[in-house]
């Protein structure tokens, strides 16, 4: 049934699906076992993921998809394809009074979903006026004098493979005539296209083929005796029915020099490159009609024909394949990289692809796949390539690139491409932990200062495999491994593992329902360490670790994907660091990031640990995590509900229920692109995403709340300075009253001359005691109302420091305290400041943030204000060298000690600077940064209601640009302007 059916193309899908040919079944009996429930399409004219998508609540979940469709869904009108049934005309205009003759057809014309005419030049006016109060819908193109030239301009505002049929017809003549009068003829030639997959073209003109031709092929195609004349399907003669992605197949392969010096151009030159197959418009056959490979010379005579068959007959040739234009494009650097992609339309094999720079030539093969690529019709998007570029070449120069096919010869692009020169903020390995808080991936080239720092890691490895080597009893890992058509990959994986300096392991390798030779590759391993268990269908990634979690037998667990690999020295290092640090539930470490084969690494991944950055963009892969196997108990292994993101958020979990540590060793290979049926490179999942972080935010809710309910130890007064933004300043003071503070909480408003809304909202606060408030009559600006602030806070307590848009979270205040208090030599602690999610300043603090969500940035590239981190870290409290005055406590003694902020020399910023820096140089005290206290910071509103007001030129420059007092006001405090601030 179905290879009667036409729905079913042999060719097309092994050519769609090479893994295929590895397993060694016939295409058929892959599709029926394998190929449905894995979403695979039987061939172009059939799409399994809509038909499951639009049509999964009724269809019969226990068989095939096409057998559904062929067996229920035909009877009760379900599609097989998104665009079945939609047809285009290509309307030819041999004179513009030819319009007048179309009147009484116009019924017919509406019959089509979209109708394009060509005007002869010098009739685009009239087309125009006639189209416009009779088929407003239409496209109107003018003539070149080329109709094959005509439709690659077309074939570029319109996708010709979104029609089912299209229609080129001609008003000269009898060009007509193989349009059918009245709309159910038409709809009766449309619904052949739409039901009869084999079909690719009609017309009651019969196709001249090739001269050279033997006599039994010409008979087999139904076509007269060589030298017989006979009417040739033409471009420059347009009158038959095509395939819509057949006739978008042809324009990819138009030569345009090539097309410009002939005024004709044939159809049937095309046949011999597999593209079209012909038959009589007049002689239709019904469905199932055998084809002419199964039938004698003189059975095939008027018969349909499949692009299978026509290929069958037709071989390619390499003359065949140059006319045959390759499409691709240069995207351009990404890194140290080059992007992007190549491809011959309706050949789904990947393509190799030559990149010239210069005197580089490097080369790349094109199989990624891009969600992008398919959309824009290239194939089913799995022909994009990214390389890296020799070192030399990132010098900020730029070059001209030139992309190749391999096949043909053909020069596909050109573009200049400028990679940037490499640059570090980090000269030592200390910086590199620091740096790599909030940059986690370093791009090649590698230079001096990052050669540096792997080497110190190369030496952190070495000193700990010499540590595993002492261990008196080394404990049994489990190496946890699960794999899908993995066939031609795992087998380097698996060596990777047995080749592991510590031996005492178990590798549990667990095949997912495997269609290929995976589980063969792994059983011709002998080596009695190696365990298989056999899924009996593919159920997902996390399904299949958790059953081998089931099913181990170590005291430490250890997970690497079946497509990467591990340095010899992986394990000794990692069971060494968990005995080195006995506190660590679970430890991780960094990777070398391979493209595909490559040996050369395109990059580095390592972070130490900023848990609000994980939160909030994942750095954590699976295949360099390590724990103890009784933090499963609180951990619980993977979440089942997700098929993507499984690491992210098991690094997210074990953050909150156990302590995590980071450590800085790069020994895990990590290839991108080396596999074709990647999680990374499946889009399918993407929403996911949205599932993790929803759980987590929740999660998150739950701990802040119970943070919440902790009580204050001593007195804190809340100073918060403000101008206008009643919005803000409200929301502030509810978020900070929303709780009975014992009377160990008082907020204080400072502010600076609001207009008179806010001053009444803050007087109102003041009369029902929730504040107490301060008005000044001019805005001095920021430092000098903090400073009144603690003035009317008194001694004794200590102050929280706040923006007015500063929004604290449950336990916010609680967490400051504890934090600060917790030694004696704590001046003042820092929280979490994040920034919402498509805030412009960011990625200036967080480079390796995702903008589209939240984002702490107290650890701040721009700032670079770490002040120390150990080198092994657990993403606890840090010390701080500054964090801006957004929200910061201050101890009380530190106050007595240095005095309030300098507002002399930092009227509205600086001070919080230098009041960072007094307190580094002039007394022990020093600044932590606690995660646990979280505030959301909606990022100066008021500052910028000040930039876009009037007063941008006096006010607004004095504060915020120069940061000074006028003379006047100057006078009035008794400040000075220092010689090195008047210039």
């Given at each position: 049934?179905l290879?009667?059916s036409?729905?079913?193309d042999?060719?097309?899908?092994?050519?769609?699906?090479?893994?295929?040919?590895?397993?060694?079944l016939?295409?058929?009996?892959h599709?029926?076992?394998?190929?449905g429930?894995?979403?695979?399409s039987?061939?172009?004219q059939?799409?399994?993921?809509?038909?499951?998508?639009?049509?999964g609540?009724?269809i019969d979940r226990?068989?095939?998809?096409l057998?559904?469709?062929?067996?229920?869904?035909q009877?009760?009108?379900?599609l097989?394809?998104?665009?079945?049934?939609?047809a285009?005309?290509i309307?030819?205009l041999?004179?513009?009074?030819?319009?007048a003759?179309?009147?009484?057809?116009?019924a017919?014309?509406?019959?089509?979903?979209q109708?394009?005419?060509?005007a002869?030049?010098?009739?685009?006016?009239r087309?125009?006026?006639w189209?416009?109060?009779r088929l407003?819908?239409?496209?109107?193109?003018?003539?070149?004098?080329n109709?094959?030239?005509?439709?690659?301009?077309?074939?570029?505002?319109?996708?010709?493979?979104?029609?089912?049929?299209?229609?080129?017809?001609?008003?000269?003549?009898?060009?007509?005539?193989?349009l059918?009068d009245g709309?159910?003829?038409i709809?009766?030639?449309?619904?052949?296209?739409?039901?009869e997959?084999?079909?690719?073209?009609?017309?009651?003109e019969?196709?001249?083929?090739?001269g050279?031709?033997?006599?039994?092929?010409?008979?087999a195609l139904?076509?007269?005796?060589?030298g017989?004349?006979?009417?040739?399907?033409?471009?420059?003669?347009?009158?038959?029915w095509?395939r819509?992605v057949l006739?978008?197949?042809?324009?990819e392969?138009?030569?345009?020099?090539?097309i410009?010096e002939?005024?004709?151009?044939?159809?049937?030159?095309l046949?011999?490159a597999g593209c079209?197959?012909?038959?009589?418009a007049?002689?239709p056959?019904?469905?199932?009609?055998a084809?002419?490979?199964?039938?004698?010379?003189?059975?095939?005579?008027?018969q349909?024909?499949n692009?299978?068959?026509?290929?069958?007959?037709?071989?390619?040739t390499a003359?065949?394949?140059?006319a045959?234009?390759?499409?691709g494009?240069?995207?351009?650097?990404?890194?140290?990289?080059l992007?992007?992609?190549l491809?011959q339309i309706?050949?789904?094999?990947?393509r190799?692809?030559t990149v010239r720079?210069?005197?580089?030539?490097l080369s790349?093969?094109a199989?990624?796949?891009?969600?992008?690529?398919?959309n824009?019709?290239?194939n089913?998007g799995?022909h994009?390539?990214?390389i890296?570029?020799?070192?030399e070449i990132?010098?900020?120069?730029?070059?001209e690139?030139e992309?190749i096919?391999?096949?043909?010869?053909?020069?596909?692009?050109r573009?200049?491409v400028t990679?940037?020169?490499p640059?570090?903020?980090?000269?030592?390995?200390?910086?590199?932990?620091?740096?790599?808080?909030?940059q986690?991936?370093?791009?090649?080239?590698?230079i001096?200062?990052?050669?540096?720092?792997?080497?110190?890691m190369?030496?952190?490895?070495?000193?700990l495999?010499?540590?595993?080597?002492?261990l008196?009893?080394?404990?049994?890992?489990?190496?946890?491994m699960?794999?899908?058509?993995?066939?031609?990959?795992v087998?380097t994986?698996?060596?990777?593992?047995?080749?592991?300096?510590y031996?005492?392991?178990?590798?549990?390798?667990?095949d997912?329902?495997?269609?290929d030779?995976?589980?063969?590759?792994?059983r011709a391993v002998?080596?009695p360490?190696?365990?298989?268990?056999?899924l009996?269908?593919?159920c997902?990634v996390?399904?299949?670790r958790?059953?081998?979690?089931?099913?181990?037998?170590?005291?430490?667990?250890?997970?690497?994907?079946s497509d990467?690999?591990?340095d010899?020295?992986?394990?000794a290092?990692?069971v060494a660091a968990?005995?080195?640090?006995?506190?660590a539930?679970?430890i991780?470490?960094?990777?070398l990031l391979f493209?595909?084969?490559s040996t050369?690494?395109h990059?580095?991944?390592?972070a130490?640990l900023?848990v609000?950055?994980l939160e909030?963009?994942?750095?954590?892969?699976n295949?360099?995590i390590?724990?103890?196997r009784?933090?499963?108990?609180?951990?619980?292994?993977?979440?089942e509900s997700l098929r993507?993101?499984?690491?992210?958020?098991l690094a997210?979990?074990?953050?909150?229920l156990?302590?995590v540590?980071?450590?800085?060793v790069?020994?895990c290979n990590?290839?991108y692109q080396r596999?074709?049926n990647?999680?990374?490179?499946d889009?399918?999942?993407?929403?996911?995403?949205?599932i993790?972080?929803?759980?987590q935010?929740?999660?998150?809710?739950?701990?802040l709340?119970?943070?919440?309910?902790?009580e204050?130890?001593?007195p804190?007064a809340?100073?918060?300075?403000n101008?206008?933004?009643?919005e803000d300043?409200?929301?502030c003071i509810?978020?900070?009253?929303?709780?009975?503070w014992?009377g160990?909480?008082?907020?204080?408003?400072?502010?600076?001359a609001?207009?008179?809304?806010v001053?009444?909202?803050l007087?109102a606060?003041?009369?029902a005691?929730?504040?107490?408030?301060h008005?000044?009559?001019?805005?001095?600006g920021?430092?000098?109302?903090?400073?009144?602030g603690?003035?009317?806070?008194?001694p004794?307590v200590?102050?929280?420091l706040?923006?007015?848009?500063a929004?604290?979270q449950?336990?916010?205040?609680?967490?400051?305290?504890r934090?600060?208090?917790a030694r004696?030599?704590?001046g003042?602690?820092?929280p979490?400041?994040i920034?919402?999610a498509?805030?412009k300043t960011?990625?200036t603090?967080?480079?390796?943030a995702?903008e589209g969500?939240?984002?702490?940035?107290n650890?701040?590239a721009?700032h670079?204000?770490?002040a120390?981190?150990?080198t092994f870290?657990d993403?606890?409290e840090?010390e701080?060298?500054?964090?801006a005055?957004?929200a910061?406590?201050?101890r009380?003694e530190?106050?007595?000690?240095?005095?309030?902020?300098?507002?002399?020399?930092?009227?509205?910023y600086?001070?919080?600077?230098?009041?960072?820096?007094?307190?580094?140089?002039?007394?022990?005290?020093?600044?932590?940064y606690?995660?646990?206290s979280?505030?959301?910071?909606?990022l100066?509103?008021a500052?910028d209601?000040?930039?876009?007001s009037?007063?941008?030129?006096?006010e607004f420059?004095?504060?915020f640009?120069?940061?000074?007092?006028?003379?006047?006001?100057?006078?009035?405090?008794?400040?000075?302007?220092?010689?090195?601030?008047?210039?």
């Amino acid at each position: 049934m179905l290879c009667e059916s036409g729905y079913f193309d042999a060719d097309w899908y092994l050519r769609r699906y090479p893994d295929v040919a590895h397993l060694g079944l016939d295409p058929l009996e892959h599709f029926l076992r394998f190929g449905g429930l894995l979403r695979r399409s039987p061939s172009a004219q059939f799409d399994t993921g809509f038909y499951v998508g639009k049509y999964g609540a009724v269809i019969d979940r226990r068989i095939n998809p096409l057998l559904d469709f062929l067996v229920n869904g035909q009877s009760h009108g379900r599609l097989a394809r998104p665009h079945q049934g939609r047809a285009a005309l290509i309307l030819v205009l041999s004179d513009a009074a030819d319009l007048a003759g179309l009147q009484d057809r116009l019924a017919d014309l509406k019959r089509f979903d979209q109708t394009v005419v060509l005007a002869p030049v010098g009739g685009r006016e009239r087309a125009e006026a006639w189209l416009a109060s009779r088929l407003a819908k239409a496209s109107l193109f003018e003539q070149s004098g080329n109709l094959a030239l005509d439709l690659v301009d077309i074939a570029a505002s319109i996708r010709f493979r979104e029609f089912d049929a299209i229609c080129l017809a001609e008003t000269e003549g009898s060009g007509l005539d193989h349009l059918p009068d009245g709309p159910d003829g038409i709809a009766d030639l449309i619904g052949r296209f739409a039901s009869e997959p084999q079909l690719s073209m009609l017309s009651n003109e019969a196709p001249e083929a090739p001269g050279d031709l033997p006599p039994r092929l010409r008979a087999a195609l139904g076509l007269p005796p060589a030298g017989t004349v006979t009417a040739d399907l033409t471009f420059a003669r347009p009158r038959f029915w095509v395939r819509g992605v057949l006739l978008d197949v042809v324009i990819e392969a138009i030569d345009r020099s090539r097309i410009a010096e002939t005024s004709e151009t044939s159809m049937t030159d095309l046949i011999a490159a597999g593209c079209l197959a012909m038959s009589a418009a007049n002689a239709p056959q019904p469905p199932g009609a055998a084809h002419p490979s199964d039938t004698t010379a003189s059975d095939a005579q008027g018969q349909d024909m499949n692009i299978s068959t026509v290929k069958k007959l037709f071989p390619k040739t390499a003359a065949t394949m140059r006319a045959l234009k390759p499409r691709g494009a240069l995207d351009g650097a990404f890194g140290p990289n080059l992007k992007g992609w190549l491809a011959q339309i309706g050949d789904e094999v990947p393509r190799k692809a030559t990149v010239r720079i210069g005197s580089h030539r490097l080369s790349a093969l094109a199989n990624a796949y891009r969600d992008d690529l398919k959309n824009a019709g290239i194939n089913e998007g799995r022909h994009a390539f990214q390389i890296l570029v020799p070192p030399e070449i990132c010098d900020g120069k730029p070059r001209e690139v030139e992309l190749i096919d391999e096949a043909s010869g053909a020069t596909v692009a050109r573009r200049t491409v400028t990679w940037a020169r490499p640059e570090r903020s980090y000269h030592d390995f200390q910086g590199f932990l620091k740096s790599s808080m909030t940059q986690p991936q370093i791009d090649a080239p590698f230079i001096e200062e990052d050669k540096r720092c792997f080497a110190q890691m190369e030496k952190i490895a070495n000193e700990l495999c010499r540590r595993a080597k002492a261990l008196e009893d080394p404990p049994l890992v489990s190496v946890i491994m699960p794999m899908f058509n993995r066939e031609t990959v795992v087998g380097t994986a698996i060596a990777s593992v047995l080749a592991q300096t510590y031996g005492r392991f178990e590798l549990i390798v667990i095949d997912d329902g495997s269609s290929d030779g995976s589980v063969a590759a792994v059983r011709a391993v002998a080596d009695p360490r190696i365990r298989l268990i056999e899924l009996d269908r593919n159920c997902g990634v996390t399904v299949a670790r958790n059953a081998g979690l089931r099913q181990a037998q170590g005291e430490v667990i250890a997970y690497l994907d079946s497509d990467n690999a591990w340095d010899p020295r992986f394990l000794a290092a990692h069971v060494a660091a968990l005995d080195r640090l006995p506190h660590a539930d679970m430890i991780y470490s960094g990777a070398l990031l391979f493209a595909g084969d490559s040996t050369v690494p395109h990059a580095i991944r390592y972070a130490h640990l900023n848990v609000a950055l994980l939160e909030n963009r994942n750095f954590i892969d699976n295949n360099v995590i390590v724990h103890r196997r009784a933090f499963l108990d609180r951990l619980g292994g993977f979440d089942e509900s997700l098929r993507r993101f499984v690491d992210w958020d098991l690094a997210l979990r074990a953050t909150e229920l156990g302590t995590v540590v980071s450590v800085p060793v790069l020994l895990c290979n990590y290839h991108y692109q080396r596999a074709e049926n990647a999680i990374t490179d499946d889009v399918t999942h993407l929403g996911h995403r949205d599932i993790l972080r929803d759980k987590q935010a929740a999660r998150r809710a739950a701990h802040l709340a119970m943070l919440g309910q902790a009580e204050l130890t001593r007195p804190v007064a809340v100073v918060i300075p403000n101008w206008e933004s009643l919005e803000d300043i409200s929301e502030c003071i509810e978020a900070l009253d929303g709780r009975d503070w014992q009377g160990m909480l008082r907020i204080i408003v400072v502010d600076n001359a609001s207009c008179a809304e806010v001053r009444a909202y803050l007087r109102a606060q003041h009369a029902a005691g929730r504040i107490t408030h301060h008005q000044f009559e001019q805005n001095f600006g920021f430092t000098l109302a903090v400073n009144k602030g603690i003035e009317l806070a008194g001694p004794g307590v200590d102050i929280v420091l706040l923006n007015n848009d500063a929004i604290a979270q449950p336990g916010a205040i609680q967490e400051l305290q504890r934090a600060c208090l917790a030694r004696p030599d704590l001046g003042m602690a820092v929280p979490r400041q994040i920034l919402p999610a498509g805030t412009k300043t960011l990625r200036t603090h967080v480079p390796f943030a995702d903008e589209g969500c939240d984002c702490d940035v107290n650890i701040s590239a721009h700032h670079r204000n770490i002040a120390h981190v150990p080198t092994f870290h657990d993403g606890g409290e840090l010390e701080l060298s500054y964090a801006a005055f957004f929200a910061v406590y201050i101890r009380h003694e530190l106050i007595a000690e240095i005095g309030p902020l300098d507002a002399e020399y930092g009227r509205h910023y600086r001070s919080d600077r230098t009041y960072c820096d007094t307190m580094l140089s002039l007394t022990t005290y020093r600044m932590i940064y606690t995660p646990q206290s979280h505030f959301i910071h909606k990022l100066q509103k008021a500052t910028d209601r000040m930039r876009d007001s009037g007063t941008r030129d006096d006010e607004f420059d004095l504060m915020f640009r120069r940061n000074q007092w006028d003379a006047g006001m100057a006078a009035e405090l008794g400040y000075r302007t220092a010689p090195w601030d008047r210039v």
